[in-house]
């Protein structure tokens, strides 16, 4: 109440104090009216100066609040702002409005950019692109963003599509191998241990994750090699909305999360069922369920699934690009660069060939891996000569890495 009444407290002080001033003065009603009478002429200039000053007061503050966002000034005084003493508070303001946008993403925006990094799978990214736009859009939402499965060939772009959704939509990624959840006791890692057994000290891998991170995306590598009690915890954490740390008993949420499963079960039968209904989406999901489930996936798994979607085997230059990056990596990974048109082209299409040859079974990656156990020893002579780029050849030798010309006159300069 007192502090509610300080102003008026405050005017009938200084309307006090006024009186005081004019009975000490001897100031009669009649000198006072004279006094301003005798300085009439003065009120339209003083009403202007002080128009002028609160417009140049509201300009400066304006401008200095937008620097202060930008971080060029730091705003004093007893009226500070909490957030921009402590904090940076437009880099807050900036993740606080990138949230704001990501409720409605742009899907032809995100489908490009996923098309432009994942060969060979343009449909694929599309509609994932899709389904993501109307998920985040929900306001009120029981469960995940969404639960998909990429199923698919092996080496197609599967787990690779998941880490760039997570990148484009500047999330962070969590990502489990569920080859290594094959045992009872793997749930455990995922989500804690209980009290009294060993490791019940610390959050299990993916509780703690999402606890940390809630708007992760959850990447599971090769579900249908997880344990089926593993799957149990799975099914609570997309039907409830939550999943339960088992050293706490504390529900960590999951309706922030995007789950992403891979699997390369029923290749065969994919393939056939995705070049077959390429064009009829409703019914390649239904055949691929029943596809999914004769090949032994687990039926309580696919029930909650929110979509599929079926990857289908590289082929032609698809193949030929896949390879191509991946040789670049692995060249990379010795620290030299390949040469601008530096592999040779009888050696993407050897890879073709093998791939062709050994059907689905077999990857671009693994293909790859067999080239630089031939080409591995070339390229650690020409990273010990100074080189910096190299260029691959086939030969009747096999594959050979080759110092690049460009590389060769730098040698050759230093040399002099």
């Keep these: 109440m007192l502090n509610r009444a300080m102003p008026v407290m405050m005017a009938a002080f200084l309307i006090l104090a006024v009186i005081q001033v004019a009975v000490m003065l001897h100031l009669s009603l009649d000198g006072f009216w004279r006094a301003l009478n005798w300085a009439r002429p003065a009120y339209l200039p003083l009403a202007g100066i002080g128009a002028l000053l609160t417009v140049m007061g509201l300009g400066y503050e304006t401008s200095a609040e937008k620097l202060a966002r930008r971080g060029l000034r730091r705003r004093k005084g007893l009226i500070m702002d909490v957030l921009s003493?402590?904090?940076?508070?437009?880099?807050?303001?900036?993740?606080?409005?990138?949230?704001?946008?990501?409720?409605?993403?742009?899907?032809?925006?995100?489908?490009?950019?996923?098309?432009?990094?994942?060969?060979?799978?343009?449909?694929?990214?599309e509609d994932i692109a899709q389904q993501l736009r109307r998920r985040l859009a929900l306001q009120v939402r029981?469960?995940?963003?969404?639960?998909?499965?990429?199923?698919?060939?092996?080496?197609?772009?599967?787990?690779?599509?998941?880490?760039?959704?997570?990148?484009?939509?500047?999330?962070?990624?969590?990502h489990f191998d569920m080859t290594q959840m094959s045992s009872p006791h793997a749930a455990t890692q995922l989500f804690g241990s209980p009290k009294g057994y060993v490791g019940s000290d610390t959050f299990g891998k993916l509780t703690g994750g999402l606890k940390d991170q809630p708007d992760a995306v959850v990447l599971l590598d090769e579900i249908e090699k997880a344990h089926p009690d593993v799957f149990k915890k799975f099914l609570t954490a997309w039907n409830d909305g939550h999943v339960t740390e088992a050293s706490t008993g504390e529900q960590v949420s999951t309706t922030r999360a995007i789950f992403m499963l891979t699997s390369?079960?029923?290749?065969?039968?994919?393939?056939?069922?995705?070049d077959r209904l390429e064009n009829e989406p409703d019914k390649m999901r239904a055949e691929s369920v029943e596809a999914l489930k004769r090949a032994g996936?687990?039926?309580?798994?696919?029930?909650?699934?929110?979509?599929?979607?079926?990857?289908?085997?590289?082929?032609?230059?698809?193949?030929?690009?896949?390879?191509?990056?991946?040789?670049?990596?692995?060249?990379?990974?010795?620290?030299?660069?390949?040469?601008?048109?530096?592999?040779?082209p009888a050696l993407l299409f050897q890879v073709m060939v093998k791939q062709k040859n050994l059907g689905t079974g077999a990857s671009a990656r693994d293909l790859v891996r067999s080239i630089e156990d031939m080409v591995s020893e070339s390229l650690i002579i020409a990273r010990q000569q100074g080189a910096k780029t190299v260029r691959l050849t086939a030969g009747d030798e096999g594959v050979i890495a080759e110092i690049s010309k460009d590389t060769e006159a730098q040698l050759g300069r230093l040399s002099h």
């Excluded at 690779?160 to 962070?172: G, T, V």
Aim: hydrophobic share 45%.
């Design 297 to 344: 996936f687990a039926p309580e798994v696919l029930n909650r699934l929110d979509r599929i979607f079926v990857f289908r085997a590289l082929r032609g230059l698809d193949l030929a690009r896949v390879a191509a990056l991946e040789i670049e990596a692995m060249i990379e990974s010795y620290g030299l660069h390949v040469e601008t048109g530096g592999i040779d």
């Design 142 to 174: 029981g469960k995940p963003v969404g639960i998909f499965l990429l199923a698919g060939p092996p080496g197609t772009g599967k787990t690779y599509l998941a880490k760039q959704i997570a990148r484009q939509m500047e999330r962070p990624l969590l």
């Design 264 to 274: 390369n079960i029923a290749t065969d039968a994919l393939t056939e069922i995705a």
């Design 85 to 125: 003493r402590l904090t940076n508070r437009g880099a807050l303001e900036e993740l606080m409005a990138r949230e704001q946008r990501e409720t409605v993403i742009d899907a032809e925006e995100l489908a490009a950019s996923l098309r432009a990094r994942v060969i060979g799978q343009d449909r694929v990214c």
